[in-house]
């Protein structure tokens, strides 16, 4: 059987990789793979510090995920030779103020709620466990299974896993072919066809802009800005993961530090603004004091793929052999193991993972209201 995948970054590549694992013949094309959203990712594995009200099957969905990450990573390195970043330091969420404090005491009891295991500090007990926090913080919560990994360093070894397990990686944008109503394959920019006998997109927000891709496939996915700063320093000045209500920062290994991120509803604009910078520095250094030592190695901003309900679509189109894996919004990099393992199941015509009916690409078109 012959797969294409339109899309490499983390998404398209553990599809890619997975898929070819079972056989399957595959052709991944990109640009640039590794690139997109994926680049600009804080590699967060947090699906209990940044669980929402409202969301609890995006919140089983990323829990299955998160739970798959060690032996994901054990076995992408073995296949890659490349490591992934990741690390096992947990999440602190903190409270500047009485305001941020009463959110925390509601955000406690929700995850208490779902079943989540957390445990709710004073100001006294955040201090302890991070003595780089702001004295005048006032209570925290302990998120201490979540995780990270570096998306760079992750993409990094996906590309050596998907090129050291045989697939074809064409470095070019693709446009999808349709023949008959079903796919036939894509067909790259130098106008080189290659037939495929079904085609998956995990083009992020730039899926609606696949050249072929029929009307009635079109996911309503749209671009969501995020700002990121890279800070460097001899050590990191945590060693969680610290969370405010406007900011996080992500300690990593070699002693940088990222700070994000902005969410703006702003189309296709990259540009890094001044206003976001300051913005992202002073929360910043409002929670950790001493990041206002650190160099400013980075400023980028990349786009997330947005979707109306912020769970992505992952499953079959109405169109024969057409598979959708896009709209991961926040999530892409926590749930690429679990996204993959769905993608390669629909290929290899096994049963869906249980939960995955849930982001099935066409439950906006049930939601439409019936015309008169």
């Known amino acids: 059987m012959n797969v294409a995948v339109i899309g490499g970054g983390v998404i398209g590549l553990a599809i890619a990789w997975r898929a070819a694992q079972q056989g399957l013949r595959v052709t991944l094309a990109d640009p640039a793979p590794g690139g997109g959203a994926s680049r600009v990712a804080a590699g967060m594995l947090a699906p209990v510090g940044e669980a929402h009200f409202g969301e609890s099957e995006l919140l089983q969905l990323s829990l299955d995920s998160w739970r798959l990450y060690p032996r994901f990573t054990d076995e992408l390195q073995s296949v890659s030779g490349r490591p992934s970043g ?56 302990l ?17 050596a896993a998907c090129e050291r397990s045989g697939v074809d990686v064409v470095r070019s944008r693709a446009s999808l072919l349709v023949s008959a109503g079903r796919v036939a394959g894509v067909s790259t920019e130098e106008g080189h066809d290659r037939p495929a006998d079904a085609v998956v997109i995990a083009a992020g927000c730039w899926t609606p802009l696949v050249t ?94 947005g979707t109306p309900d912020n769970a992505p679509l992952i499953g079959a189109t109405s169109v024969p052999g057409l598979i959708m894996a896009t709209g991961h919004y926040r999530n892409g990099v926590l749930l690429a193991p679990i996204t993959a393992e769905i993608v390669a199941a629909l290929l290899a015509g096994r049963p869906a993972l249980p939960g995955a009916v849930a982001f099935a690409p066409d439950r906006f078109a049930k939601l439409a209201p019936v015309p008169a």
């Not at 995850?111 to 006032?138: F, K, Q, T, W």
């Not at 201490?144 to 998306?151: E, F, K, L, R, S």
């Not at 320093?233 to 002693?255: E, H, K, T």
């Open 86 to 141: 990741y690390r096992e330091c947990g999440t602190l969420l903190v409270a500047r103020d009485a305001d941020d404090n009463a959110s925390l005491a509601r955000e406690y009891r929700f995850r208490v709620a779902e079943g989540l295991r957390v445990e709710r500090l004073s100001s006294r007990e955040c201090l302890a466990l991070e003595p780089g926090l702001a004295p005048s913080i006032r209570g925290g919560i």
């Open 143 to 159: 998120a201490a299974g979540d995780h990270q990994v570096d998306p760079r360093l992750l993409a990094a070894a996906l590309l």
């Open 212 to 305: 072929g891709l029929p009307a009635e496939a079109v996911p309503p996915v749209r671009p969501v800005k995020g700002q990121i700063l890279r800070l460097g320093g001899a050590a990191p000045p945590a060693q969680r993961v610290i969370r405010g209500l406007d900011v996080y920062l992500v300690p990593r290994a070699d002693g940088s530090v990222v700070v994000g991120s902005t969410v703006e509803e702003r189309g296709f604009d990259t540009a890094v603004t001044a206003g976001a910078v300051y913005g992202l520095l002073r929360d910043a250094r409002e929670l950790l004091p001493d990041v206002a030592e650190l160099e400013l190695v980075e400023v980028a901003a990349g786009l997330r793929p």
